[in-house]
């Protein structure tokens, strides 16, 4: 009596875990602001977000656009090279719960595996 009870409270545990398809949250790419912040001069919000001035940044990416790690002979064209150069200020300026690959790609609107090439392609031009 007590299996046949067990089971049958087993089965509807098994039917009710499964009723509804999980649905992804929509939320809004957060990357195009920080160009918005640029233009508005509100500088204090993209210094938080990357931890370096627009000027300092602006010169990191004319000095890194040219390494060759940036190019390939690919149908598929890379990130442009401050988009990339962005991912990565952005992991650099976050620690903890933020500093995860699959938020900075939420944040980003790219993939966790772009998230890890533009981490290894910014370090080997910095290097």
Same mark, same amino acid.
């Given at each position: 009596?007590? !299996? ?16 509804? $398809? +999980?649905?992804?949250?929509? +939320? ?7 160009? !918005?912040?640029?233009?508005?001069? %509100?500088?204090?919000?993209?210094? +938080? ?8 940044? $602006? ?6 656009? %040219?390494? /060759?790690?940036?190019?390939?002979? @690919? %149908? ?5 090279? @401050? ?5 990565? @200020?952005?992991? /650099?300026? +976050? ?12 944040? $980003?609107?790219? @993939? ?12 080997? $031009?910095?290097?």
């Amino acid at each position: 009596m007590f !299996e046949n009870t067990i089971a049958a409270l087993t089965n509807e545990v098994e039917k009710l875990c499964y009723l509804a $398809a +999980h649905v992804k949250a929509p +939320h809004a790419l957060q990357i195009q602001l920080l160009e !918005e912040w640029c233009l508005n001069d %509100n500088l204090k919000k993209f210094c +938080h977000k990357l931890h370096v001035d627009p000027d300092v940044f $602006a010169s990191l990416i004319t000095k890194l656009e %040219n390494h /060759l790690v940036f190019n390939n002979n @690919s %149908n598929n064209p890379q990130l442009l090279v @401050s988009v990339q150069l962005t991912v990565f @200020s952005n992991g /650099l300026s +976050h620690y903890g719960n933020g500093a995860t690959m699959e938020d900075i790609a939420e944040w $980003a609107g790219i @993939s966790v595996g772009m998230v890890y090439n533009c981490y290894c392609q910014v370090m080997i $031009a910095l290097l």
